[in-house]
């Protein structure tokens, strides 16, 4: 779909709305898979002053009720040909500011969902900003198999697109033979998304040729995956960091030093700020790896708990992101892990990111993902999954982490082989239900 098709089909949207009694201010949610659809109802509320609040494809019936409900939702689209526009009853309005446009609900392992705030010039200055910095005009195509209830959905299939004047492919589902395909028959030139969808192209007998620029965020980055893709596809692969609350903080952009596309997540886009401050006993200071926190013209608003908010913006307004970085004299960034995740040893923190870095390079190894394995006298164990085509022992995993200098109590003790590895809706690892996969040892 070309960005100019889109506008016919919202203004259908648009008759349907205000039949169904939307007005401006109210909310608009819906669930649907990657389908014009969904793209045209981003437009229909942003035209009619709605808020559009896209829900996961996947969620359950309960979930959209209890999240419909919870944004206070006038209207809910189910999937249907044509589309099913349910009007709800009895909604209890929400208070947001007033150049609300959209919510997105964040994905997690445990426990509810946070529904995070994004106003329509955010997002537009954002989708500008990036068009420039990854080198997109008209002669470009996107594919996009990330859900569009997702910022790198939202961003990079809707918004991106219309700011270029590019055309996007939607999937509906992730199927790699699939992907292929239309990479090949819409001559798609640039994706974004984690890892996983590169590492399955990358296994078929043909891979396409296509593609010229490759984002890859949302999952355990690491410097082999990149070095690998880039040769594979024939493309420029990056390293990009963000977040649904701060979309797209820090990559490389087009005319940077190659290596630093894999060597580092980026250095900041236009507008951003980045702020370090100590973690534990450590100093804050250029190349220590310290808490990360974000300010820039397209952070998110607030959450819809005006609680949470206030735990996830400090008083000058800046992000407490809750991941751990480092920066270097330049200004590159370095992303080291999520502070929660982060694994504690008999009292020794230790960053996954660290450790998969190293695991991703052994010969055969296609994916990593390292967690805490429950642990009665240690509190925690290293625990490494792999995606691997062979056995890997813990033996040669001990070597490969010491020979690259990694001290002995960030090395796995626990290593399993899985055909793949459990992740999040963003296409995050799932550390909760990894770490399930390590039965509780003494």
């Known amino acids: 779909m070309r960005s100019e098709q889109v506008g016919g089909r919202a203004d259908l949207l648009v008759v349907q709305l205000r039949d169904g009694g939307v007005v401006a201010g109210d909310v608009v949610a819906w669930q649907l898979p990657n389908w014009w659809e969904a793209v045209a109802l981003f437009h229909a509320c942003w035209r009619l002053g709605a808020v559009a609040a896209p829900l996961h494809h996947r969620l359950s019936a309960d979930e959209v009720d209890r999240l419909a409900s919870r944004v206070g939702a006038r209207v809910l689209a189910r999937p249907g040909r044509p589309l099913v526009l349910e009007r709800l009853e009895d909604v209890t309005p929400v208070e947001r500011p ?22 329509s010039a955010g997002l537009a200055g954002k989708a500008a900003t990036m068009v420039a910095a990854h080198g997109l005009t008209r002669r470009d195509t996107v594919l996009m198999p990330a859900p569009l209830a997702h910022i790198s959905g939202l961003l990079n299939g809707v918004l991106l697109p219309g700011a270029a004047g590019m055309t996007t492919v939607l999937m509906d589902r992730w199927e790699p033979a699939r992907a292929a395909q239309l990479i090949r028959s ?29 984002s890859s965020g949302g999952a355990a980055v690491t410097e082999a995956f990149v070095r690998r893709a880039t040769e594979g596809f024939g493309a420029v692969v990056k390293r990009t960091y963000g977040s649904t ?4 903080v820090t990559t490389w952009h087009v005319g940077d030093p190659p290596d630093k596309a894999a060597t580092t997540d980026g250095r900041p886009t236009e507008g951003v700020e980045l702020k370090f401050v100590a973690y534990g006993a450590t100093a804050a200071g250029t190349n220590l790896v310290n808490h990360l926190y974000v300010r820039g013209p397209e952070l998110f608003v607030g959450y819809d708990d005006p ?17 751990l970085a480092s920066i270097d004299d330049d200004g590159w960034l370095t992303i080291h892990g999520r502070a929660s995740d982060t694994i504690i040893r008999g009292g020794e923190n230790i960053s996954p990111a660290e450790v998969e870095a190293v695991c991703a390079t052994l010969p055969g190894v296609r994916q990593v993902a390292v967690v805490g394995a429950p642990d009665e006298r240690l509190g925690e164990r290293v ?14 995993v001990r070597e490969a982490c010491l020979s690259a200098g990694l001290a002995p109590f960030k090395v796995p003790e626990l290593v ?26 003494s």
């Not at 609680?307 to 991941?323: H, I, K, M, Q």
């Not at 899985?418 to 770490?435: C, M």
């Open 416 to 441: 399993k082989v899985t055909t793949w590895i459990p992740t999040l809706a963003a296409g995050k690892p799932d550390r909760f239900r990894i770490a399930s996969l390590f039965s509780r040892t």
């Open 186 to 214: 819409h001559d798609v030139t640039f994706m974004i998304g984690p890892p996983t969808f590169f590492v399955d192209l990358l296994e078929l007998d043909d891979v396409p040729d296509n593609l010229r620029l490759i």
């Open 98 to 119: 007033d150049d609300v446009a959209v919510l997105l609900a964040t994905s997690g392992s445990t426990g509810a969902p946070k529904i995070v705030q994004h106003t």
């Open 245 to 248: 609350e701060a979309p797209t």
């Open 307 to 323: 609680e949470a908010t206030e735990d996830a913006l400090d008083e000058s307004g800046w992000f407490r992101t809750g991941d």
């Open 383 to 396: 625990a490494l999954v792999a995606v691997a085509d062979r056995d890997v022992t813990v033996e040669e």
